[in-house]
């Protein structure tokens, strides 16, 4: 059974950091693409950030360039989003997702995805 | 970048059926965009139903259906039931770094 379990959000002051983990399970993890896609309160879903199955691409969106990394651990089935200068406008219910196929790219399409972890942002 | 489009809200009758669209500011919705819809319920993650225009995971309802329709892609309820009460978001695929969710559909079944 494939399951997917974030963790490490929280309340941060804006300028902090904090690190999110999704521990995934059920599957091959180093053969699938992830992705973070995060909903801000009351609204519709964003993507943030994806990574290849190898780790060795990734991709942002405009508004976390220079501000999130997002990395991961296939030997420990996990994928990390690394977030830094928080702003107000990044509090948000942090989902991860698996990409449906077996490919190495960064362009995904989720069939499971995590509970979500919530990052709130505000001082 | 474009725009994906869906109705805000939508009301259908128990046992009914009710058609959801996805349309794209760029044009015509064809089936190279790789529609996929999600069901997202309150409080809960989002869940897959449809990928690739009308296939379906193994745990989507049989009520629940997808094709093209009019230029745009569409999910169709057959048969709704009270638990079908959902926000439902469509993702189309432009051959970009990112594929694009649409805004969402509110479907309150009453």
């Known amino acids: 059974e494939v399951q997917m379990l974030e963790s490490g959000g929280g309340s941060v002051q804006p300028g902090g950091s904090l690190r999110l983990s999704c521990a995934a399970s059920?599957?091959?993890?180093?053969?699938?693409?992830m992705a973070w896609v995060r909903q801000a309160p009351g609204k519709g879903l964003e993507w943030v950030s994806a990574?290849?199955?190898?780790?060795?691409?990734?991709i942002y969106t405009d508004s976390v360039k220079g501000r999130f990394t997002v990395s991961r651990d296939n030997s420990a089935n996990t994928l990390y989003l690394q977030m830094n200068s928080l702003r107000a406008e990044d509090t948000a219910v942090y989902y991860c997702?698996?990409?449906?196929?077996?490919?190495?790219?960064?362009?995904?399409?989720?069939?499971?995805w995590g509970q979500g972890t919530l990052v709130t942002v505000s001082s | 970048q474009a725009v994906v489009t869906q109705e805000p809200s939508l009301t259908v009758s128990p046992g009914g059926t009710v058609t959801l669209t996805c349309g794209s500011t760029?044009?015509?919705?064809?089936?190279?965009?790789?529609p996929f819809w999600f069901q997202q319920k309150p409080g809960q993650a989002p869940r897959a139903l449809i990928y690739d225009t009308s296939s379906k995971h193994s745990w989507t309802p049989a009520r629940f259906s997808g094709s093209l329709l009019g230029g745009k892609a569409a999910l169709t309820l057959s048969g709704a039931q009270p638990e079908d009460e959902a926000e439902y978001y469509c993702?189309?695929?432009?051959?970009?770094?990112?594929?694009?969710f649409g805004g969402g559909t509110q479907l309150t079944v009453l």
């Open positions: 993702l189309l695929s432009y051959g970009g770094a990112f594929t694009v």
């Open positions: 059920g599957f091959t993890f180093s053969n699938y693409g």
């Open positions: 990574i290849s199955g190898s780790g060795a691409n990734t």
């Open positions: 997702a698996k990409d449906q196929w077996i490919r190495e790219t960064t362009i995904i399409t989720p069939d499971y």
């Open positions: 760029t044009g015509a919705v064809t089936s190279g965009h790789y």
